[in-house]
């Protein structure tokens, strides 16, 4: 219900901005050699997962809170994305890495000393690699501090997903131990769309989506949605304050040798906002 949901507000987002390519007049669009434009953006991304996770053919139900992945784990993140436009053409790259780590360890006191060591590694990495077209860019009132645009965009999404755990178990001088899950990485293809309202000179509302997979590589899907608003205290930077969701459902292998997630990350996202 979550992806239905998700991916119908993906297609209204697109269709948006797609309705510029009919409604496009020859004084409404910028032109394509004019207004070279390059935005540098960190963030910091705060998702809650809820998500079934499949480590070496055994699956769990997960959900952890922003609260929670900071209180049992050790989170670690970085991110960013640049958007370079020439008129009304661009490219827009955006990287995004997390990672969960836990180490525990139980010891038992006795004639022979006895302990059990685990460690869990949960990391998703994502790049970005797109192609974007402002359909449509016009002004709404006379000042012209009043706009509307639509963007579609399209490219490449690669993904790398890591869950391990792995456990020794030491008796005295011996010991034995496993490893459960595994890395996996591929590449799908993108497309999406971007619609932004500029209600003053310092007021931005934006909204974007976009879909990724189509089930080409394995059974890959991908789908996100961002929206929110633009806060522009001087020209040259900006605070992005908006809300972000991700959904992701991927597995590859079988029996077990299988490693996949199927969830849904969701939670605030924010950004300083960099204009050159």
């Not at 639509?150 to 008796?171: A, H, I, K, T």
């Not at 591929?186 to 309202?197: L, N």
């Not at 040798?257 to 960099?274: A, T």
Request: charge should be negative; include cysteine.
């Amino acid at each position: 219900m979550k992806t239905s949901c998700a991916l119908l507000l993906v297609s209204i987002i697109v269709c948006m901005a797609g309705t510029g390519l009919a409604e496009v007049k020859k004084g409404d669009v910028r032109d394509p050699l004019d207004d070279l434009r390059i935005e540098i953006t960190p963030y910091v991304w705060l998702p809650s997962i809820d998500a079934t996770s499949t480590l070496s053919g055994r699956s769990a139900d997960v959900y952890l809170s922003v609260g929670d992945q900071f209180e049992y784990f050790n989170v670690f993140g970085s991110s960013g994305r640049i958007e370079i436009f020439k008129g009304n053409f661009g490219v827009i790259f955006d990287y995004l890495y997390m990672q969960l780590t836990k180490d525990a360890t139980l010891q038992a006191e006795r004639d022979i000393p006895v302990s059990l060591n685990a460690d869990l590694k949960i990391s998703m990495e994502i790049i970005d690699f797109l192609l974007a077209w402002r359909t449509l860019d016009i002004p709404l009132n006379q000042p012209g501090d009043m706009a509307l645009a639509f963007d579609l965009y399209g490219g490449l999404r690669y993904n790398e997903l890591q869950q391990e755990l792995s456990l020794e178990f030491d008796v005295g001088p011996y010991s034995a131990g496993h490893k459960f899950g595994g890395r996996a990485c591929w590449v799908d293809p993108v497309v999406g769309g971007r619609v932004i309202f500029a209600a003053t000179d310092w007021l931005q509302l934006f909204a974007w989506g976009d879909v990724a997979g189509f089930g080409i590589e394995g059974l890959s899907m991908s789908w996100n949605v961002v929206s929110g608003v633009d806060l522009r205290p001087a020209s040259w930077a900006s605070i992005k304050l908006a809300w972000k969701t991700y959904g992701l459902d991927y597995e590859q292998g079988s029996g077990n040798e299988k490693l996949g997630i199927d969830g849904v990350f969701s939670g605030p996202w924010i950004g300083i906002n960099f204009h050159l």
